[in-house]
């Protein structure tokens, strides 16, 4: 068995969509980024291929790269599951969670985890997606970002 951690934040902006665990939220604002920005599933990438020692997701696909321009980071998830799952790993299970004072997640935890599950190709009783503020505390808590952490377990 296999432990990889994965964490990742972007920048709360106006005029942006607001992508998490690959699910569209309505908000004010939306997470900057040369993609779709989405911290949950960068958070997921990060800790599988930590598990698998692949590097990063900044390894696979770089933020210089044009073809990542506002990428569905569910596309960028589905290649890194690919690319574990090639070298022999199966996925045990998923842990994540997501630190946002605005909006409010709880109503979104287990959509958020349904479609994830099925991009994974994997049973949503294995993937847990939890949320929390920062207490008002810090850029999460003054809602200038959002970030995600995750843990992934590979057998
Ligand atoms: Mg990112």
């Known amino acids: 068995m296999r432990v990889g951690i ?27 980024g040369h993609s779709d ?46 690319m574990v799952r090639d070298y022999g790993y199966e996925i045990e299970n998923i842990d994540c969670t997501v630190f946002a004072e605005a909006p409010k997640l709880a109503p979104f935890r287990a959509e958020m985890a349904a479609v994830l599950a099925k991009a994974i190709a994997m049973a949503e009783n294995r993937i847990n997606i939890k949320a929390t503020t920062t207490e008002g505390l810090g850029a999460i808590g003054s809602s200038e970002a959002i970030a995600a952490m995750c843990v992934a377990l590979l057998v």
């Open 6 to 32: 994965g964490y990742d934040i972007h920048r709360l902006v106006a005029g942006r969509p607001l992508v998490l665990g690959g699910v569209r939220i309505d908000f004010s604002k939306g997470l900057l």
């Open 37 to 82: 920005a989405d911290v949950v599933c960068h958070a997921i990438c990060d800790a599988l291929l930590g598990a698998a020692a692949m590097g990063d997701i900044g390894l696979h696909f770089p933020d210089t790269d044009p073809a990542y321009k506002d990428a569905d980071s569910l596309v960028l998830l589905k290649k890194v599951v690919r």
